[in-house]
């Protein structure tokens, strides 16, 4: 009890000291694995997840910013029989009997052919290179396998008036594992994406099907495609950028020098101060300190800052880290364009050996006080 | 009753180098309950020392203290900075104060250690002497805006606060005017007359005559 009385009169005898201390260790606990995680983290020798050899020439195409991405808009303007990827086609709802809420909805998309024939083969996904005259293959979605039975022909349908459609589907699997889905985003992590919540149809891509993008599997150029009014890139050199152009050393070098600027501030500061608690410690002795008390409280209290700075820092990284992570491929992990835990964790370890680098000169001119040389110049202030 | 029997006390810095100084050199001093003893001396002469000895901020290299029939000699450090806290009230040369803290601050040092007052109890009994030394309109002030009297006030308040039976004063109105001084003599006076014994140590004749009485050291050895 009297070793916490201690503590907390140390703690209040340095307050502006150890308010500085706690807000520029904090700051830079956040700011620095957000920059680290940004240049070191994040670099992998991994290829895009899905990429290969064999679609590294041709172009990601993305038919977003167009007005009219629908399927027979687009055959218009773009050579569509190369297009190798799914086409949505509206939603089917499903009402599990025993849930309350309203009914799941599923969405409908259609494999192309070149996808379904010359896109290297995906886990999980093997749909027959014809089409069979009676039904279309079809891989259902993984919440409905009490619907949908495997071997099994259903009929299903969408929409209504002329928009209505219905096949007749025979049920290969589920979509337990991610199909493809390309976007030739400036920053692409995979070429793949988890299909739990679709019904993937190998048929003809219906008239007013949705496109929002793809791979075009011909021999023209991606600005061919650009020329067209779509956004395209080659698959080759989206795998180049992913693993160079998103290192950020800018910010990493901003955070180094901030870190060296608040190592030598606190240093300069804490150094000064111990001329105080040196004093204040020979006076503490007099009254009945013993020397060691006195020291394992400073070290205490020195310790505890540092820990209470973790402790905001790691709340604000765990919000940021909740805010921006998706699940991974495998759904088994969280990964984030951020920062994650693992590089919020290794910061705090460079963190701490600066800031006992940052203390020591202080600390170490505390352990060697000795009280009544402390109260002989006990008029320093 | 004597509270202090120092018997042939030697204090030696730099012990067997070159540079050696035997600061004590056999002292032997009682002092009984209540007394008010002054400790005159030229500067060296080894006052410091001995009143460092007597408060066991510092050790002898020989000799025997028995401090209320005890021996210090078989003390551990524990045992001494409780001996420190509960036994002596010192106020140093210079005021030895934080001047960035607070008056209160101050104060309340000695009582962090205290295990005769409660927690609770605390504030209330700084209160209390504050008030007797007639600062306790000071009590939130910081030490850097007071005066030398209003500072030596604040050491004797520091000094009392845990309410122990010997006061040492380590030249305590050396810094202070004579009408200041004499109103500090006139609070320690005031503590003896409350049965506490006070050692003062001090090169002003006029302070010492005001003590019961005075023991010279010249060289480390007393001369009464």
């Known amino acids: ?381 | 009753m004597e509270i202090i029997n120092l018997m042939n006390i030697h204090k030696k810095y730099n012990k067997d180098k070159p540079n050696e100084v035997h600061a004590l050199c056999g002292v032997d001093l009682v002092i009984n309950k209540g007394e008010s003893v002054a400790i005159m001396g030229v500067s060296g002469s080894g006052k410091s020392t001995l009143l460092n000895i007597i408060g066991c901020l510092d050790k002898m290299t020989d000799g025997n203290y028995l401090l209320n029939g005890e021996n210090i000699n078989t003390k551990n450090a524990t045992e001494l900075a409780e001996i420190r806290n509960s036994t002596f009230g010192f106020v140093l040369q210079s005021y030895g104060l934080i001047d960035s803290d607070k008056v209160v601050n101050n104060v309340r040092l000695p009582l962090l250690f205290s295990k005769k007052y409660k927690p609770n109890e605390q504030n209330d009994h700084i209160d209390t002497v504050l008030y007797r030394l007639k600062i306790a309109n000071l009590k939130n002030v910081k030490v850097r805006e007071l005066s030398g009297g209003q500072k030596q006030r604040v050491a004797i308040a520091r000094a009392m606060v845990n309410d122990p039976d010997i006061i040492l004063a380590d030249e305590p109105t050396s810094a202070l005017d004579s009408t200041t001084a004499t109103e500090i003599i006139d609070i320690l006076k005031n503590l003896k007359k409350k049965g506490k014994t006070i050692i003062v140590v001090t090169h002003d004749i006029n302070v010492a005559q005001k003590m019961d009485r005075i023991v010279t050291i010249i060289d480390g050895k007393i001369c009464q």
């Open chain 1, 1 to 381: 009890m009297n070793k916490l009385r201690i503590l907390k009169s140390s703690l209040f005898s340095t307050a502006l000291l150890s308010i500085v201390i706690l807000i520029a260790t904090s700051f830079i606990m956040v700011v620095f694995p957000l920059a680290y995680y940004q240049s070191f983290a994040r670099i992998s020798d991994d290829d895009i997840a899905g990429y290969s050899e064999d679609i590294a020439d041709y172009s990601a195409v993305s038919f977003a910013s167009l007005e009219n991405h629908q399927y027979y808009n687009l055959c218009k303007t773009f050579d569509m029989e190369n297009f190798a990827g799914t086409a949505s086609y509206g939603y089917v709802e499903y009402k599990s009997p025993d849930e309350l809420d309203s009914p799941q909805v599923y969405e409908l998309l259609f494999v192309s052919e070149k996808a379904a024939n010359e896109l290297p083969a995906l886990q999980g996904y093997n749909f027959s290179k014809t089409k069979p005259k009676n039904y279309r293959e079809a891989y259902a979605p993984t919440n409905l396998k009490n619907v949908y039975k495997v071997g099994e022909i259903y009929t299903i349908s969408c929409y209504e008036g002329v928009y209505y459609k219905e096949w007749t589907i025979k049920i290969l699997g589920y979509c337990e594992n991610p199909y493809y889905d390309f976007y030739p985003a400036y920053y692409t992590e995979s070429f793949l994406k988890d299909m739990w919540s679709n019904f993937l149809i190998f048929d003809d891509i219906p008239t007013y099907a949705k496109i929002e993008s793809g791979l075009m599997m011909s021999d023209k150029s991606s600005e061919y495609y650009s020329n067209l009014g779509a956004y395209a890139r080659v698959v080759r050199e989206m795998n180049i950028d992913r693993k160079t152009s998103e290192v950020n050393d800018f910010f990493l070098y901003w955070c180094i020098s901030a870190i060296i600027l608040i190592v030598i501030v606190v240093m300069a500061n804490y150094y000064f101060a111990s001329d105080k608690l040196i004093k204040r410690s020979g006076v503490m002795y007099i009254y009945g300190g013993k020397r060691s008390t006195i020291i394992c409280t400073e070290i205490v209290k020195m310790l505890l800052l540092f820990f209470i700075a973790m402790l905001i820092a790691t709340m604000i990284i765990g919000i940021v880290i909740a805010e921006t992570s998706y699940p991974s491929l495998s759904g088994e992990t969280l990964a984030s364009d951020y920062v994650d835990w693992k590089t919020h964790f290794t910061c705090v370890g460079i963190m701490f050996a600066a800031y006992l680098a940052s203390i020591s000169l202080g600390l170490i001119k505390l352990l060697r006080f000795k009280p009544l040389k402390a109260l002989s110049n006990n008029n320093i202030e």
